[in-house]
């Protein structure tokens, strides 16, 4: 509804989304949910071409990356200090995203297990001065998790590995087969309700404070990089980066 208020939009129980002239005014002054949601693409940009190349120099990069996040934390600038202690999270999804694409990137089954090597850890410093760190990660990991389970239940899991491990030019036609897969009416109807799931959780997830504002922003842009990763794929895969 064109100039209706958020509030009027939004289910009741659910916190409404940020209007517009919010979330320009986090452009202005960037906050802890916008650097989340910088945090979740620079692996698509940064790590996923660099693990392809080095993957041991990718991984080995999460200790420089852990001192810079851990010295920014103890900054007299509680800004800042947040901000470390947000980059303290992204650390781990990094990690997990090296060991996996540098020596597991042909095993589907194992991404999840790696990528939540440190939920124990997440789960149980949201009560810690970490709860910024575990709450990016925990919603880099729920978003993978959907994005694994949107991949299982589309049936295009065991193209996985089979575009992974094809040739240079193979692999772009492979890829675009799968995302035409995914424009079948029964899959495209699971990836709407996933995406829609996701939305609510997000809208939920905003108004449990700045915690939960991180978490959903990283939710939600992993969302918006799962869309861009299907139209790439569609309109062109070698882009896309994946292959």
């Known amino acids: 509804m ?14 409404a989304i940020p209007s517009l002239r919010a979330l320009l005014q986090a452009c202005r002054n960037p906050g802890l949910s916008l650097i989340s949601g910088v945090l979740v ?8 071409p660099w693990v392809r190349l080095a993957p041991f120099s990718a991984a080995l990069f999460t200790v420089p990356l852990l001192g810079l996040a851990l010295a920014l934390s103890q900054h007299p600038n509680p800004r800042v200090s947040r901000a470390g202690e947000l980059l303290v999270g992204f650390c781990g999804s990094w990690l997990a995203g090296s060991l996996f694409w540098g020596w597991c990137r042909l095993h589907p ?16 410093g949201l009560q810690s001065r970490w709860k910024l760190a575990c709450g990016f990660y925990l919603g880099s990991l729920l978003g993978t998790a959907a994005t694994d389970a949107a991949i ?33 009416p029964q899959s495209l109807v699971l990836v709407v309700l996933c995406a829609a799931v996701l939305v609510q959780a997000c809208r939920w997830l905003w108004g449990l404070g700045e915690v939960g504002r991180v978490t959903s922003a990283a939710l939600a842009t992993t969302l918006a990089v799962d869309a861009l990763f299907l139209l790439a794929s569609l309109g062109a895969p070698s882009l896309s980066g994946l292959i």
């Open 109 to 124: 089954v194992w991404h999840l297990p790696i990528e939540a090597f440190a939920l124990p850890l997440a789960l149980t």
């Open 41 to 48: 693409t620079l692996p698509v940009f940064l790590q996923a």
């Open 152 to 184: 299982a239940g589309t049936w295009l899991m065991p193209s996985w590995p089979q575009i992974l491990n094809a040739s240079s030019t193979e692999a772009p036609l492979l890829l675009q087969a799968a995302a035409q897969q995914v424009l079948a």
């Open 2 to 15: 064109v100039g209706a208020p958020p509030s009027a939009i939004a289910p009741a129980g659910l916190p």
